[in-house]
């Protein structure tokens, strides 16, 4: 018989975590598979609107590998469930050097006779057509483009210049947006090098810290108990001392393949 990759032998150590998620018309669905600690509280935050029945919005913030970007998706999944209809998952990872374009669409040479036309962005077509977007390195996004995506989010509404003839479009009810970051938008945090963000940015925002989930790591890497509570036990410290390292559910996968494989 064939011999189980390590990634399989990793996986079928996974404990499945089941999490109820209510719909909007019908029976409460459970969800399967492995979630982080903070999901059920980051679902309860997009599932509410605010006072004037806007959707909520949500900033992850944690060390790197903490699955930000994973539970993002998840997210999605489960608004699907919750809604009774699909809601996509997009994502764009923001530089400090980034233009406005790269969230707000171009103006490309895709005409006859290379008249420049409009070209949507993602982000713009799930504003307009519904879906979660997940903002990646968040605090690296330019003073401008956070500006203007405050207002779009506050009001609902936005302007495209760009887009000739039609410029004006309208949020859909269906749009979420998550941010993730090492850092909560307010600048440096330990080892990560963050500019700070506007606050009335930020306040768009519910803050949600999402640090490493100590059951996800049992389940993925328990079956070497003795390497996971060294790694733990480095990590608190690390933590202690401020060295401004992250021992991380990476370091700790990659040194349980090492140990697997020898």
Same mark, same amino acid.
């Given at each position: 018989a064939a011999v189980p990759s390590i990634t399989e032998q +990793? &996986?079928?150590? /996974? @404990? +499945?975590h089941k999490h109820s998620i209510p719909r909007v018309d019908g029976e409460p669905v459970i969800l399967d598979g492995v979630q982080h600690a903070r999901f059920e509280d980051v679902m309860a935050v997009l599932m509410? #609107? %605010?006072? $004037? @029945?806007?959707?909520?919005? /949500?900033w992850l913030h944690g060390p790197s590998g903490t699955g930000k970007t994973h539970m993002a998706q998840q997210c999605a999944e489960a608004l699907t469930e919750h809604l009774g209809r699909e809601i996509r998952f997009g994502a764009l990872s923001?530089?400090?050097? &980034?233009? %406005?374009? *790269? !969230?707000?669409?171009?103006?490309?040479?895709l005409g006859d006779d290379g008249r420049f036309e409009y070209q949507i962005s993602q982000l713009v077509d799930f504003m307009i057509n519904g879906g979660l977007f997940l903002? %990646?390195? $968040?605090?690296? !996004?330019p003073p401008d483009? *956070?500006?203007?995506?405050? &207002? +779009?989010?506050?009001?609902?509404r936005g302007f495209l210049p760009k887009r000739l003839g039609n410029p004006e479009f309208l949020v859909s009810t269906d749009f979420y947006m998550l941010c993730a970051d090492n850092s909560d938008g307010t600048g440096s945090?330990?080892?990560y090098i963050r500019n700070p963000q506007d606050t009335s940015f930020l306040n768009r925002f519910r803050m949600r810290r999402i640090g490493y989930d100590k059951g996800i790591e049992r389940a993925l890497y328990g079956t070497d108990l003795p390497w996971? #509570?060294?790694?733990w036990k480095l990590r608190d410290e690390v933590e202690e001392l401020r060295i401004g390292k992250d021992i991380g559910s990476r370091t700790i996968a990659e040194g349980y393949m090492l140990r697997a494989a020898y």
């Open positions: +990793v &996986m079928a150590n /996974v @404990q +499945v509410q #609107k %605010d006072e $004037a @029945q806007k959707n909520r919005h /949500v923001c530089q400090s050097g &980034m233009s %406005d374009s *790269a !969230l707000f669409g171009w103006l490309l040479p903002l %990646d390195e $968040a605090a690296n !996004l483009c *956070a500006a203007t995506l405050n &207002m +779009v989010l506050g009001n609902l945090h330990g080892g996971l #509570k060294r790694c």
